[in-house]
């Protein structure tokens, strides 16, 4: 922002735009890249170290897309995580062996398959938004206020972006 402002008031010579531009992108990607790991690493390593360590990541939240409701059908759920139902039915079945989802189809249409967490489910669901929650607010108490909503703002148009880009990506 400085250099940007820098080349406005002519302090930058021309030609430097792109080299700031590319420079600009290659610190965005590497940042959005780190923060990816970073959490990931930090939801392993958490998962791993506590009760539930029998679950994976993409077991918690598949737990996660589940919890939203006291019964989804296997079809929404596979479509919030971005997966085929046949992918979600054998994360499904890893997760009703370990005791933290239970399937059942409905008796008028037998197509029609739902899920539900389990008490061990919804104990893990709870306690994974805890976590969810505790770090993003450990993450904002050195915020000031104008950053608060700028973070907010950025991480908005960055999800709107991902969304519209590729969104149409199966």
Do not use: C, P
Request: aromatic share 6%.
């Amino acid at each position: 922002m400085i250099i940007r402002l820098l080349f406005k008031l002519g302090t930058i010579e021309k030609g430097w735009d792109k080299v700031i531009m590319q420079r600009s992108e290659s610190i965005v990607n590497e940042l959005l890249v780190k923060i990816f790991n970073e959490i990931l690493q930090i939801e392993e390593k958490t998962l791993k170290s506590g009760y539930f360590s029998d679950l994976s990541v993409r077991e918690m939240h598949t737990i996660e897309k589940i919890g939203r409701k006291e019964q989804r059908m296997m079809s929404e759920v596979a479509q919030d995580l971005g997966i085929t139902v046949g992918t979600l039915t054998t994360s499904i079945n890893r997760l009703i062996k370990k005791g933290y989802v239970d399937r059942k189809r409905i008796e008028e249409d037998r197509r029609v398959v739902l899920v539900e967490l389990t008490k061990k489910g919804k104990i893990a669901h709870r306690l994974h938004e805890r976590f969810h929650n505790e770090m993003v607010r450990s993450m904002m108490d050195d915020l000031s206020e104008e950053e608060k909503d700028i973070l907010i703002g950025s991480l908005d148009k960055l999800n709107e972006y991902f969304k519209a880009k590729y969104d149409s990506i199966k």
